[in-house]
């Protein structure tokens, strides 16, 4: 791992935007800041947070990557190789890494998996920064603790993700670096997401005074979703057979972390005052994200404000169709045609999370004053399928505030409330309640759809097997939103789900059979990038990579 690369990364923060409210700070731009000239005062504490932030969806970190974590890298990472979302190679013609991470044939060379480990600890290692300094600066002690707070939640975010990926990775948390640091085990990794996201469960408001930035209840939601992982990797034996114990699952005491992610999920439900928004799709729209942030837990904020604020949406899984002139994607992600029939065709999240291409002569609407274009319908052969959650607003308007013709500035929400509701069903069926866990189900159906409709697809949804109809809801609701393959995992589904991939179907355009036959056991990790094992000689890979 390039450690001492990253030290110097860590203290050129990038972009000095404000994060939290898209705008500018009123501060001199900096860009090479020396550690000894810096965290003097307030203004350089809030200016070192918010580099850390823009690891979120920065364009770039010292040259390295291109719109590597949620800004595009991570979204491939997080939803392909299942039954949601996959590439159509045909329309990649300029970067194979996207086309090999959909189908399973991607090495420890892969540009994506290279970057998205460098952004991550370049997060980790700004947020060490902070940890460090920011408790010697004389200012506000309410705000200081705020932003410790903000920062250890962040740099718990980033292991946690690590985690979720590769499994052990090396916990770094000083600036002062062991540059031959061996990896840590999966548990010592989770533990200090835990213990980080602890302290920001205990330290932060209910809302933050930074519009859009992390509160007490995200930090709560990603315990939850810490504690389900773990619990649910060790009930169902995931990597066991790999034999590997720095990935091991043995240490979890699965009983206590369902009970401990139950108590916290009550509190969100009864405390954090988010909840359900009536209309499903303002989720994933710019004009209506003051609505989204009622349900929104954890955004990565995009907008006007600099290159690295806006989100790489051309890319991305949307209707396909012209960007300059009617704000379609090029089709890299497309939905899969599992996902669509998982739908009944009485829940109106179907219509909202599916559409066909936008054609160059569609017709518009106006939402919250911005025109969107409005997609063709899905065909009978679904050939034309997109994923319709994400649309931008026309391409013209957007230039006129100046954003360019590829890029969007709708949030991308990472934690929302609903997904914490399907975690708190999970929870109170592992502890017991399985009425309790059915109720919830239902009320997160509820959203949209009429009485008569609710009954219909809560019978048509009904399994006796609780958990199997969970894992289909959390589909149904949270399609393309970076979950199913890390669900797949920590259910110990993905190789069946794999293997039960139809090849018979024409569409989507990519060999849907090379990803069923490149899929091994083994890659429910991703392979430690070569250029750390280059440069760490102490690092090793995972089973079945070659070292």
Known sequence: ??????????????????????????????????????????????????????????????????????????QFLTSMGCDELITDATKITSDNNFVTIANYTYTSENTILRSSWFFLYAGITRANFIIERVPDIAMNETRKKQILAEAHFLRGMYYAYLGWLFGGVPVVNSTNVNLNQE????????????????????????????????????????????????ASCKENNVGEALNFPLNSFSWVDKDKFYAEALTICQDIYTQSGYSLIPSFNYLFLSATEETARNEQMMLVQAGAGGNNEYIYYFNLAGPTGNYLTVGGTAGWMRPMREAYTRFNVND???????????????????????????????????????????????????????????????????????????????????????????????EVRTRGNTPA???????????????????????????????????????????????????????????????????????????????ELDTNKELIPNPGYTN
């Not at 030290?7 to 939290?20: A, E, K, P, R, Y």
């Not at 010592?188 to 809302?207: G, H, I, T, W």
């Not at 399928?385 to 969007?408: F, H, M, Q, T, Y």
């Open 1 to 74: 791992m390039k450690l001492k690369y990253l030290l110097s990364c860590s203290i050129i923060l990038l972009s000095i935007f404000n994060v939290g409210c898209k705008k500018f700070l009123e501060e001199t731009p900096y860009s090479f800041v020396a550690t000894d000239n810096f965290y003097k005062t307030a203004t350089d504490a809030e200016l070192a947070l918010t580099g850390v932030y823009d690891v979120l969806n920065a364009s770039t970190i010292q040259g390295e990557g291109g719109s590597s974590t949620w800004g595009r890298g991570m």
């Open 183 to 230: 990896r840590s085990t999966l548990k010592e990794v989770m533990l200090q997401a835990e213990s980080d996201f602890k302290v920001a469960y205990q330290d932060l408001p209910n809302r933050n005074p930074k519009l859009g930035r992390v509160n007490k209840y995200t930090a709560a939601g990603f315990l939850v979703k810490l504690y389900v992982y773990l």
């Open 348 to 442: 109106s999240r179907r219509n909202l999370s599916f559409s066909g291409n936008i054609a160059a002569a569609a017709t518009s609407q106006v939402i919250n004053g911005r025109k969107y274009f409005t997609p063709t319908t899905v065909s009978a052969s679904l050939s034309n399928i997109c994923l319709n959650k994400w649309r931008e607003d026309d391409p013209v308007d957007r230039a006129a505030r100046g954003i360019p013709a590829n890029s969007g500035e709708t949030d991308y929400g990472i934690l929302r409330y609903g997904d914490v509701l399907l975690m708190y069903a999970e929870c109170k069926y592992k502890t017991g309640d399985e009425p309790g866990a059915r109720a919830l189900l239902k």
């Open 453 to 531: 409709n609710l009954n219909t697809i809560t019978t048509a949804y009904f399994k006796a097997n609780f958990m199997d109809e969970l894992i289909d809801e959390r589909s149904r609701e949270l399609l393309g939103e970076g979950w199913r393959r890390f669900d797949l995992i920590r259910f110990g589904k993905l190789k069946d789900v794999v293997a039960a991939l139809n090849t018979s179907i024409t569409f989507p355009t990519v060999n849907v059979a090379a990803v069923k036959d490149n899929f091994k056991d083994y890659k429910i990790w991703y392979p430690i990038p070569r250029r």
